[in-house]
């Protein structure tokens, strides 16, 4: 049984930082890409950012410069620190993570965490 636990989320000013953990746990053989995700108040989920095994990442527009994505792969956890915070990045942030289950067998699943809410307003 894989869970994925969301933590660091809460109630900032504008321009404030915030860090964001979320940790994996279950017998996993190695998890290939994990990402945060976010939900705004009536919009779909969009990535903010991922980053794959060997530490390669990606960021969507609105977040570069701004936030920062890292993993330790020996906890099997993610990070994103999110400096500059404005109201828009108020949201249920999720992660996620591509998790393969066997050195033999290739094929990946794809867990959610339950989301943490972030919320930037003065």
């Known amino acids: 049984q894989v869970q994925l636990v969301e933590s660091g989320g809460g109630l900032v000013q504008p321009g404030g930082s915030l860090r964001l953990s979320c940790a994996a746990s279950?017998?996993?053989?190695?998890?290939?890409?994990m990402g945060w995700y976010r939900q705004a108040p009536g919009k779909q989920r969009e990535l903010v950012a991922d980053i794959t095994n060997d530490g390669s990442t990606n960021y969507t527009d609105s977040v570069k410069g701004r936030f920062a994505i890292s993993r330790d792969n020996a906890k099997n956890t993610v990070y994103l620190q999110m400096n500059s915070l404005k109201p828009g990045d108020t949201g249920v942030y999720y992660c996620?993570?591509?998790?393969?289950?066997?050195?033999?067998?290739?094929?990946?699943?794809?867990?959610w965490g339950k989301g943490t809410l972030v919320t930037v307003s003065s």
């Open positions: 996620s993570a591509a998790i393969q289950f066997s050195r033999w067998i290739p094929a990946e699943q794809t867990y």
């Open positions: 279950g017998r996993i053989f190695r998890i290939n890409v």
